[in-house]
């Protein structure tokens, strides 16, 4: 049973930075796609970047520039590094991978951004 946890959001002032972090229960990250997506208010959820199992890397168009997702040399860790955040980048943001087409999600976690 693969567990993915969160940690790392939190209450940040615009411009500011924080570093999500999503640990599994096993080395799984090194050669399975990772994604984050987010989930602001009213709204629908996104994706917000995506780890391929390769190393590449793709990022919504509104992150661009400014975020980073990596995982650790153990492949058991991905990160999502954000900076220069926005007040629009409010949600609750979750990891989620993929492991023989079955989905597994994160508990998710908030991050709030005021000007």
């Known amino acids: 049973q693969v567990q993915l946890m969160q940690s790392g959001g939190g209450l940040v002032q615009a411009g500011g930075s924080l570093r999500l972090s999503c640990a599994a229960s096993?080395?799984?990250?090194?050669?399975?796609?990772v994604q984050w997506y987010r989930q602001a208010p009213g709204n629908q959820r996104e994706l917000a970047a995506v780890?391929?199992?390769?190393?590449?890397?793709w990022y919504a168009e509104s992150l661009k520039g400014r975020t980073t997702i990596s995982t650790d040399n153990a492949g058991n860790t991905v990160y999502l590094q954000m900076n220069s955040l926005k007040p629009e980048d409010t949600a609750v943001y979750y990891c989620?991978?993929?492991?023989?087409?079955?989905?597994?999600w994160g508990q998710g976690t908030q991050v709030t951004v005021f000007p």
């Open positions: 989620k991978t993929d492991i023989n087409e079955r989905d597994y």
């Open positions: 780890l391929y199992s390769d190393g590449d890397a």
């Open positions: 096993g080395s799984i990250f090194s050669h399975n796609v």
